[in-house]
């Protein structure tokens, strides 16, 4: 005679066979956080439990697939915006070009400014005038006051310098000028070096209105500062 224990574990066997379902799978797999059976555990499932996994993989499978479509979506777009941005490189790449040739000429003529003497030696049959049109001074005859002004301590009479003198030759641009008889702030403000156009004087006024109370009186000997 079989017990009562044995009996009704024969009943639960068979009810287990028949209804597919199995006690050896304590736990719930969910694939949407990355969980899933392991074969074993597989074989185990009962037939609902097998159906409610695979539903799960189903749905995975599309959410994952929505997400590969939207990311090849998303992989074209930014195939196109390359290529935009290869199109405005392509039509840039000239004006680049341009720019790196202006630059170039540019390093050239600092370079050449840079080279420029600082200093003078008269020679004999020398004047300011002449001196001031050189290639390697300024050019330009009509720039000899500034070459005057800048030696002051050395020539006292412009129309006479005398050979071997070694004159200072200014390259900068002046930030204070020393006011000299019969200047008014128009006439410095049309000098080359200072702004070459005389309507610019209230830029020296406004900059020296602690010194020049009038514009119109400006006298011998005061300093200015030249704004830049």
């Keep these: 005679m079989l017990s009562r224990l044995a009996v009704i574990t024969i009943l639960l066997v068979g009810l287990a066979l028949v209804s597919g379902c199995s006690t050896g799978v304590p736990r719930t797999a969910d694939p949407s956080a990355g969980d899933y059976y392991s074969e074993e555990e597989y ?14 993989l189903e749905a995975e499978y599309q959410k994952q697939l929505g997400c590969v479509e939207k990311a090849t979506t998303d992989l074209e777009k930014e195939g196109l915006a390359i290529r935009d941005l290869e199109s405005e490189l392509a039509m840039l790449n000239p004006k680049l070009d341009s720019l790196r040739s202006d630059v170039n000429g540019l390093e050239r003529e600092v370079a050449y400014f840079e080279g420029l003497p600082r200093t003078y030696v ?14 390697e001074i300024y050019a330009g005859e009509s720039k000899w006051k500034r070459i005057f002004w800048a030696n002051r301590d050395l020539i006292h009479n412009p129309n006479l310098i005398y050979p071997n003198q070694e004159l200072t030759i200014p390259r900068d641009w002046p930030h204070s000028h020393t006011v000299v008889e019969g200047e008014t702030l128009w006439r410095i403000a049309g000098y080359w070096e200072i702004y070459g156009d005389g309507k610019l004087w209230p830029r020296i006024h406004e900059a020296n209105k602690d ?4 514009p119109d ?3 011998p000997g005061l300093v200015l500062t030249i704004p830049r």
Excluded: M, N, P
């Excluded at 008269?122 to 290639?135: N, T």
């Excluded at 010194?211 to 009038?214: E, G, I, L, T």
């Design 211 to 214: 010194v020049v109370r009038s």
């Design 217 to 219: 009186l400006i006298r």
């Design 122 to 135: 008269v020679q004999k049959g020398d004047f300011l005038r002449k001196i001031s049109a050189l290639e």
């Design 43 to 56: 074989q185990k499932l009962s037939k609902d439990q097998r159906a409610a996994y695979c539903a799960a």
